[in-house]
C-alpha cells in the first residue's frame, strides 16, 4: 500500500479513514437525524467525520439560528468535487442555516499570483453560477470576496478588526507546524481565513451563534488553527467552531482531482462529447485484464471509479447501486457496460444543470454582498 499523505497542499496514497480519525482528533458521524438519512452523502457515510456537529444538530432540532460557513477557490473549473461541497451548502440552508461563502481571492492572490479580477471573474462565471444553479437560494446567504467584505464599513471593519486581534493570539510556531514552509502571505491568507470562520457571530452580523464548516479531511489544519487561536481569545466571546469531514472523490485517474489537469475530472460546463472521451479513455477501471477473466473473477467496484460516482453522486436509488455492485463484482456487467451507465446518468444531469446555469446568470447579483 502507498503511504498515505494528507496536507491542505497533497493528498496521495492510500486514505485510511479511520486512521485520519484517530491521527486528527475527530469523531466518528453516527446516529444523526432522520432527515440526513434522505442525504446521499450522509446516507452512504461520504460525510464520515466531525468536531461539535451536537451544537449544529440542536439548532437543528430546536429551530434555532445556526451559520454554515464555507470558502471556495477561484481557480480552474467547476467540477464534481466541488459540487459535492455545494450540495452539502444546500442541503443546510434548507435545515435553516444562513450561508456564509468567502471567495478567497486575497489567498489566490498570495499562493497563485492571481489578480484580484481574475479571480472576481473565475469565482462569478464558474463557482457562484453553478451554486444557484444547483439550488442555493437568495435568502439567508451573504458570497463575498476576502478584498472587499462589505459595503457596509460597519461589517467591513468589524471583519478586518476580527482578523487582526486574532492575529494576537497565534504563534509562528503554530503557523510553522501546520504550513510547513511559512510566508507572510500565508500568515495573513491563514488568519483571514480564520476570520472568515468566526466573523458570523460579531454582534454586526449574527451574534453569537454556533458556525458548521463543512470541508475535505485534507483542510483540517487551517480548522485545528481556528479553533486553537479562538481558545485564547478574550476580546469576544465566541462559540467554538463545528466541522464535518467528507471524503475524497477520487479523479478519473483514481488519484486526485487537480484543477490544472482537464483529464481528471468532469467539469459541470463539459459537452456530452466531453462526457464520452473522458469516462471511456480516463476512467480508471476495477475490471480484470480479459473478458474471460472478468466474467469468472469478477471486478472490484471499491475502486473503480464509474462506481465511485454513482456512489456519491449519481445514483440515489440505494437499490439500483447495490446491484450495480453486486453485478459487477460477479462479473455479470462488464467495465464497458459499468461506464455507459455513469455516462447516460450524468449527460442527463448535465444537460439540465447547463439549461439552470443559463437561468442562473440572471440573478448573481441577488447573492453578492
Known amino acids: 500500500m502507498a503511504e498515505m499523505t494528507v496536507t491542505p497542499w497533497e493528498v496521495k496514497g492510500d486514505i485510511d479513514y479511520d486512521k485520519l480519525i484517530k ?16 442525504n446521499i452523502l450522509f446516507r452512504r457515510g461520504v460525510v464520515f467525520a466531525h468536531r461539535d456537529i451536537d451544537r449544529i444538530l440542536e439548532c437543528i432540532k430546536n429551530k434555532k439560528p ?17 459540487m459535492m461541497l455545494a450540495q452539502q451548502i444546500i442541503f443546510y440552508q434548507s435545515l435553516g442555516a444562513k450561508i456564509y ?56 471593519n468589524a471583519y478586518y478588526r476580527l482578523q487582526n486581534i486574532l492575529a494576537k493570539h497565534a504563534t509562528f510556531n503554530e503557523f510553522k507546524a501546520v504550513y510547513g514552509e511559512i510566508t507572510p502571505g500565508k500568515m495573513v491568507s491563514s ?37 486553537d487561536i479562538c481558545q485564547r ?3 469576544y466571546k465566541l ?44 476512467a480508471f477501471s476495477g475490471g480484470r485484464e480479459t473478458l474471460e477473466e472478468h466474467r469468472k473473477l469478477g471486478g472490484n467496484p471499491d475502486v473503480d471509479v464509474s462506481f465511485q460516482y454513482l456512489k456519491y453522486i449519481f445514483e440515489d436509488d440505494d437499490k439500483k447501486l447495490k446491484k450495480i455492485y453486486d453485478d459487477y463484482k460477479s462479473g455479470k456487467l462488464l467495465t464497458g457496460e459499468l461506464k455507459q451507465i455513469l455516462i447516460d446518468k450524468m449527460k442527463l444531469f448535465l444537460r439540465e444543470h447547463q439549461k439552470k446555469r443559463e437561468d442562473a446568470k440572471k440573478s448573481i447579483n441577488k447573492f453578492l454582498k
Open 23 to 38: 491521527e486528527f482528533g475527530l469523531t466518528p458521524i453516527e446516529d444523526l437525524p432522520t432527515v440526513f438519512q434522505k
Open 101 to 156: 461563502i468567502a471567495v478567497a481571492d486575497i489567498e489566490a492572490f498570495h499562493a497563485r499570483g492571481q489578480t484580484l479580477e481574475e479571480s472576481r471573474q473565475i469565482a462569478i462565471n464558474e463557482y457562484i453560477t453553478n451554486y444557484i444553479a444547483l439550488g442555493l437560494k437568495p435568502k439567508n446567504c451573504e458570497i463575498y470576496f476576502q478584498s472587499n467584505r462589505s459595503d457596509d464599513p460597519k461589517k467591513s
Open 239 to 282: 462559540i467554538q467552531l463545528s466541522s464535518t469531514y467528507q471524503k475524497f472523490i477520487p479523479g478519473l485517474k483514481g488519484d486526485k482531482m487537480s484543477s490544472s489537469d482537464p483529464t481528471s475530472y468532469i467539469a459541470l460546463s463539459d459537452l456530452p462529447g466531453d462526457i464520452d472521451n473522458k469516462i471511456k479513455k480516463y
Open 191 to 227: 488568519l483571514l481565513q480564520a476570520a472568515d470562520m468566526f466573523h458570523p457571530q460579531l454582534k454586526e452580523f449574527e451574534k453569537p451563534i454556533p458556525v458548521l464548516v463543512p470541508v475535505g479531511a485534507d483542510q483540517d489544519p487551517h480548522i485545528r488553527l481556528a479553533r
Open 233 to 235: 481569545t478574550k476580546e
Open 66 to 82: 445556526f451559520a454554515m460557513m464555507t470558502g471556495l477557490m477561484p481557480t480552474g473549473k467547476f467540477h464534481i468535487g466541488h
